[in-house]
Antibody, heavy 117, light 108 residues
Framework: QVQLVESGGGVVQPGGSLRLSCEAS????????MLWVRQTPGKGLEWVGV????????FVADSVRGRFTISRDLSKNTVHLEMNSLRPEDTAVYYC??????????WGQGTLVSVSS | EIVLTQSPGTLSLSPGERATLSCRASQTVTNDYLSWYQQKPGQAPRLLIH???NRATGIPDRFSGSGSGTDFTLTISRLEPEDFAVYYC?????????FGGGARVEMK
């Protein structure tokens, strides 16, 4: 069955970088849309971005454009969210999801990122 | 950017009652690419409805979605104890993809 396991979260200072990973099992990342969604503690959901099926093209939210990049490693069946120039407002639980098109169908359990000095 | 506004923010109901949640978009959601998610504390969201009215696999038929264009509705025909949760609408028609602010269904 489809399973997604995020890792790489933690505490980082403002201006720092972090790379989140999402290891997929039960399906191949090849030819699948993969999404990242975040949720500020106690608040609502915010779409971060989507990696298209070719593994190259991507759309990201305006709030992270130029700072966050999505990539994938087919050999490890893992998708990554590279986060640079982190800000306190990036503090959130980050979820990866397998898309049916752009609809997030299967979700991981999330990993917490805290940006604080 | 398409802004999604959910109402009411909180719905206080009893098991067995009907819940009606609204989601209004600031512009037309092309092809009615509007989904609904349920989220319980400490859990990831779960897809209930996609393309406005299509139930996801395994979702009970007490959940139904309707609407088109800019106005969408999620209806839970008879609330079960496990349905008390937060519900989000989400449009996937145009990037940036956006979520509504959420609506809490709480037990009266």
């Amino acid at each position: 069955q489809v399973q997604l396991v995020e890792s790489g979260g933690g505490v980082v200072q403002p201006g720092g970088s972090l790379r989140l990973s999402c290891e997929a099992s039960g399906f191949s990342l090849n030819n699948n849309f993969m999404l990242w969604v975040r949720q500020t503690p106690g608040k609502g959901l915010e779409w971060v971005g989507v990696l298209q099926t070719n593994g190259i093209d991507q759309f990201v939210a305006d709030s992270v454009r130029g700072r966050f990049t999505i990539s994938r490693d087919l050999s490890k069946n893992t998708v990554h969210l590279e986060m640079n120039s982190l800000r306190p407002e990036d503090t959130a639980v980050y979820y990866c999801a397998k898309g049916a098109g752009w609809v997030a169908l299967y979700w991981g359990q999330g990993t917490l990122v805290s940006v604080s000095s | 950017e398409i802004v999604l506004t959910q109402s009411p923010g909180t719905l206080s109901l009893s098991p067995g009652e009907r819940a009606t949640l609204s989601c209004r978009a600031s512009q037309t959601v092309t092809n009615d690419y509007l989904s609904w998610y349920q989220q319980k504390p400490g859990q990831a969201p779960r897809l209930l409805i996609h393309a406005a009215s299509n139930r996801a696999t395994g979702i009970p038929d007490r959940f139904s979605g309707s609407g088109s264009g800019t106005d969408f509705t999620l209806t839970i025909s008879r609330l079960e104890p496990e349905d008390f949760a937060v519900y989000y609408c989400h449009q996937t028609a145009h990037p940036p993809l956006t979520f509504g602010g959420g609506a809490r269904v709480e037990m009266k």
